[in-house]
């Protein structure tokens, strides 16, 4: 069965750091660009950053730029999302993503979700 479990979530104080893991399950990340998404309350669904599969180039939704951190360890079949200066703007739901593009096939899987709310 094809999982992507995210962990870490929690309420963290305005300036504070928060690291989230996405286990995968069902199938091994080697081959898939990964990435992590949010969803804050009354809002669209948005990329927050990817890292390719190789490990070799992240990209970042700008207002997170210099303070979130995407990472893999293919060994552990795991991606991180590692938070500093948490903003209350940055309260959402933070969702793993896995895409792979290869022979005319896209193959996409979706975690089911961790909170991160950001409050004093």
């Known amino acids: 069965q094809v999982q992507l479990v995210e962990s870490g979530g929690g309420l963290v104080q305005p300036g504070g750091s928060l690291g989230l893991s996405c286990a995968a399950s069902?199938?091994?990340?080697?081959?898939?660009?990964m990435s992590w998404y949010r969803q804050g309350p009354g809002k669209k669904r948005e990329l927050v950053g990817t890292?390719?599969?190789?490990?070799?180039?992240?990209t970042y939704l700008d207002s997170v730029k210099g303070r979130f951190t995407v990472s893999r360890d293919n060994s552990k079949n795991t991606v991180f999302l590692q938070m500093i200066s948490l903003k209350p703007e940055d309260t959402a739901m933070y969702y793993c993503?896995?895409?792979?593009?290869?022979?005319?096939?896209?193959?996409?899987?979706w975690g089911q979700g961790t909170q991160v709310t950001v409050s004093s």
């Open positions: 890292i390719t599969r190789f490990g070799d180039s992240t």
């Open positions: 069902g199938f091994t990340i080697n081959h898939y660009d």
């Open positions: 993503y896995a895409e792979f593009r290869g022979l005319g096939v896209t193959t996409i899987y």
